[in-house]
């Protein structure tokens, strides 16, 4: 099936097809249409409407029984009978395409048969029970699962709810998407006969929701072709522009991927390597992008190399003859088969370039691993079939499961969902967590595997591998070095997740700052609501007991003499609210008994002061360097750790002048010192040396409201 997609509004393609693989010809649907009206067939007999649903199907399938396509078709036909779409064609003309779309990916025999009937229970009078007893439990479940929820029911939520449980019945069989895909598609190649509010409507939940799940289940061949379509839609301009970049593309004499191309089948012969070398025009979308990214575009960049070949050694052999008898671009090497990506695509990436500058990618795999880059979940066939077990296999590692038919993202968006309270928190988190691309995999200490969308954090991989019980986490180890629970994970990281053993653990609010998935806000957002006053209670603070250090006193106010101020004779006063110390910018205020109190122009209070209209003082450092500072660290408990944390303070030429340390929680120790230094200039020496004592995970400036 072709991935270039043409504007609704303007009928016939504008891409060439001589370079491209023959493609069966788009199909009639009014013909189709003319054909199921004209009655059922003779028993027995395939009807006519479907002769070209069967002939994709055995093209897959040559041993296919058809006899459900026949049934099913029959069924439908006479249920929709009478039913017109908007286009103005028989409504049975929409499930034919549909499963037309399927039959062409290489969907097995049931699902075509639910296919067919996908709209006879939500528009017709079939109902799911008739559906099992003459087609079975299955069929009737991936009807089911693409039912549309009823409006008169749920209202405004019945769109987000119809797609929740869409993607609960996902989670249990893949096949309820791969057919709600081909609807959509279908949908999207006729919408033009619809009102231009109600396309963009339907044409941003498919650039939101639809699109992301095509990408994740790696059906190619259907997320390019609906890109195309929502770009027509709702970037009309840039994608007429497009268009005619294209036209003219070619409409040249010269193609250089034509020459490439020969060049490439002249190398493969030489090394007698059995491979197909064929050109792959770009989809509109990906022109666009292109263009935007490199300006003016030449010709090899319309399009791209496929290299197919036989076995898997046989594309790290065509890659090195590439390599060896062309002038490769190393930097675009990338190895997808050794890693392949989280929707089951492998693919060797490379490009190679001529004298005149012009550079070539090439793809290079072999014929199953492109039926699994254009078809993704739909090349599986039945992934449920009792053949697919096989004796000795191993179980999946938790985390990132092994399943193709339920990977990690869908069970972690299955997961998430539960907690959802309501429609519009599922709908708008679910257009968030799809918007969120690219996956990273970090591997666990035991050898297991976390996936996580790129941007995570440890607090996202704790509720990753632990779920709820991830309240009790306490910190990390990344790579093998402590780490904060913000820490922003990488592709290939190794992480330790360190779980306390209190019972009564609880999740702090600075949680929902560092937490990037849907799974790991929504836990930690209920156990919030349910705890309104457990993060809120402030710590008594308590003197340091285990280190011989000058006694805890109250910080003194005393004169900034270092400080330059724009009001004769006034008395400065560094404010204890922020702890300002050179070269911070500052502000003043003028409070009472003459005193002008300095704080960081990024306080708090200067805001609220502001606020209440009181007017702000000319303050400036002066020649004095000497600072007193008030530090807060944060730290795992351990022995000994306040011991070694003021000596290595004392180290740093620091004077206590006072310190607190608030009672431990969740095994986690908050330390509050005010110091004095001789140089300003020493305090990022000061704070380095403090958080490099073992069990400091954070030291920063205090920040007091």
């Not at 003779?42 to 199907?57: F, N, Q, T, Y």
């Not at 770009?231 to 036209?247: D, K, M, Q, S, V």
């Not at 600075?510 to 930690?524: N, S, V």
Request: some cysteine.
């Amino acid at each position: 099936m072709s991935a270039e997609a043409t504007n609704p509004a303007t009928p016939g393609p504008v891409v060439p097809t001589a370079a491209r693989r023959k493609a069966r010809p788009r199909i009639d649907l009014r013909r189709l249409g003319r054909a199921a009206l004209l009655g059922n067939a003779a028993r027995g007999k395939l009807p006519d409407a479907i002769g070209h649903v069967a002939e994709a199907h055995r093209a897959h399938y040559p041993d296919a029984d058809l006899e459900p396509l026949r049934r099913a078709y029959v069924l439908a036909e006479s249920s929709h009978r009478g039913q017109m779409r908007k286009s103005g064609e028989p409504y049975i003309t929409h499930p034919l395409a549909v499963t037309l779309i399927l039959a062409e990916l290489g969907a097995e025999t049931t699902t075509l048969t639910a296919s067919l009937l996908h709209d006879t229970v939500e528009d017709t009078d079939v109902t799911l029970d008739q559906v099992r007893e003459q087609f079975g439990e299955e069929v009737r479940y991936l009807v089911d699962g693409v039912t549309k929820l009823e409006k008169v029911d749920y209202g405004a939520a019945a769109e987000p709810e119809t797609f929740r449980k869409m993607l609960v019945a996902t989670g249990s069989d893949v096949r309820v998407m791969s057919i709600k895909l081909a609807d959509r598609l279908h949908n999207m190649r006729t919408l033009g006969v619809m009102r231009p509010e109600k396309q963009e409507r339907i044409a941003k939940v498919t650039r939101d929701v639809l699109i992301p799940l095509a990408e994740r289940l790696g059906v190619q061949a259907l997320k390019t072709e609906l890109e195309d379509l929502v770009f027509a839609i709702l970037h009309p301009e840039e994608y007429a522009h497009t268009r005619e970049l294209i036209a003219e593309n070619a409409a040249r004499p010269d193609d250089p991927l034509a020459v490439i191309s020969d060049e490439v089948r002249g190398v493969l012969r030489e090394a007698d390597i059995p491979a197909e070398v064929l050109i792959r025009p770009r989809h509109f979308v990906s022109v666009h992008r292109v263009s935007r990214k490199r300006g003016e575009l030449r010709g090899a960049d319309f399009g791209r190399l496929l290299v197919l070949v036989n076995e898997d050694a046989d594309c790290y052999a065509v890659l090195g003859e590439l390599h060896t008898c062309l002038t490769p671009v190393v930097s675009e090497f990338k190895d997808f088969i050794a890693v392949p990506k989280f929707n089951l695509y492998q693919s060797l990436h490379t490009a190679v370039a001529r004298a005149d500058g012009q550079v070539a990618e090439v793809l290079i795999r072999t014929h199953q691993m492109h039926k699994v880059a254009e078809a993704g979940v739909v090349a599986l066939g039945n992934p449920y079939a009792p053949a697919a077990d096989v004796p000795g296999a191993e179980a999946p590692a938790d985390g990132e499961r092994a399943d193709p038919t339920r990977p990690g993202w869908l069970s972690r968006l299955l997961d998430w969902q539960k907690a959802a309270p309501d429609a519009d928190t599922f709908w708008s988190t679910l257009r968030e967590d799809l918007a969120q691309d690219r996956e990273i995999t970090v591997f666990r200490p035991d050898g297991g595997t976390l996936g996580l969308p790129e941007g995570a954090t440890c607090v996202d991989a704790a509720y990753a591998q632990y779920g709820e019980d991830a309240h009790a986490c306490i910190g990390a180890r990344v790579n093998g070095r402590l780490a904060t629970l913000s820490t922003v994970l990488k592709d290939g990281d190794t992480v330790q997740l360190l779980m306390g053993q209190d019972p009564a653990s609880e999740p702090s609010r600075e949680w929902l700052e560092h937490a990037h998935t849907p799974a790991a806000r929504i836990a930690i957002q209920r156990w919030l609501a349910t705890h309104p006053d457990s993060t809120e209670e402030p710590h008594a603070p308590v003197a340091v007991p285990t280190r011989p250090i000058p006694e805890p006193q109250a910080p003194t106010p005393r004169t900034a003499s270092a400080m330059v101020v724009d009001r004769p004779d006034a008395t400065v006063r560094l404010a204890g609210c922020c702890t300002p110390v050179p070269p911070d910018e500052v502000t003043g205020f003028a409070v009472r008994g003459g005193v002008v109190t300095v704080h960081r122009v990024a306080c708090a209070s200067v805001a609220h002061m502001k606020g209440t209209g009181r007017p702000e003082t000319a303050v400036s450092w002066g020649d004095s360097t000497a600072c007193r500072v008030t530090l807060v660290a944060e730290s795992f408990g351990r022995p000994h750790l306040l011991a070694d944390l003021t000596e290595a303070m004392a180290q740093e030429g620091a004077e206590i002048v006072s310190a607190t340390v608030e009672p431990p929680s969740q095994q986690r120790v908050r330390h509050t010192y005010t110091v004095e230094l001789p140089d300003a200039a020493h305090l990022p020496a000061l704070m380095r040396a403090m958080r490099n004592v073992a069990g400091v995970y954070d030291v920063d400036r205090a920040q007091h409201q």
